[in-house]
């Protein structure tokens, strides 16, 4: 994670001091804490300046970043994302043109591929960090901003929403797009092959992911904590 600019480390307030609050969800039942995902520091919310972001002031971990996208907003590039995901998943992927012969593959019909000529260990990674997490990732985002827009707290709120932080980690969409193009510009000698849809669709998926996690979710957490959730 890059270092934030000096000036944006005044925006945390002071890490509060250990014993001063209970040890269980504080920032689910108190919305004026921000709570640090990676360390548990826990500080107080403050409003930030336009491109501001504040960090922790324990590890520097992110805390939050200003910006202007609405809860519905950010529901409107989860259901976009999954129309991506679809996308990238029905289409095909790249169109092999070998000696005359044209195939076309889809992602799924990639994996299979990979698994059957020895290569398990690829395809299980590849299922997971391509397909699995990001799909988790975006029906997670999906349930909870659904009931949020709506002006609930969803069930399992909590659950959920650490399901969606671990997800978070695992979804490594651009990992597979640097890949695929690697692969493609190492292929230009033996074969013709010719980006589908499909990779089009996990290009556009890729930039909407980054920009969905770069919010990160601390904005949801005091969503729900304005509604309710404890
Ligand atoms: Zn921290």
Redesign the pocket.
Known sequence: MPPAPPHTLTHATAALPPGALPAQPVLVARPELVV??????VHGRIRLARGHVAR?R????LLGRSHVVTTAGQLAFALAALVFLLIGNLSPLVALDLQGIRISVTLPHAISLTWRIGQPLVAMLATATALVFPAALILLRLYVLGFLVAGQVPPRFRFAMRALRWCTYWSMVEVFMLSALVSMVRSAGVADLVPGVGMFGYAALTLLLTSITASGLHGMWKRGSELGAG
């Open positions: 640090c995902d990676e360390c548990d520091a922790c324990r590890c520097g971990a």
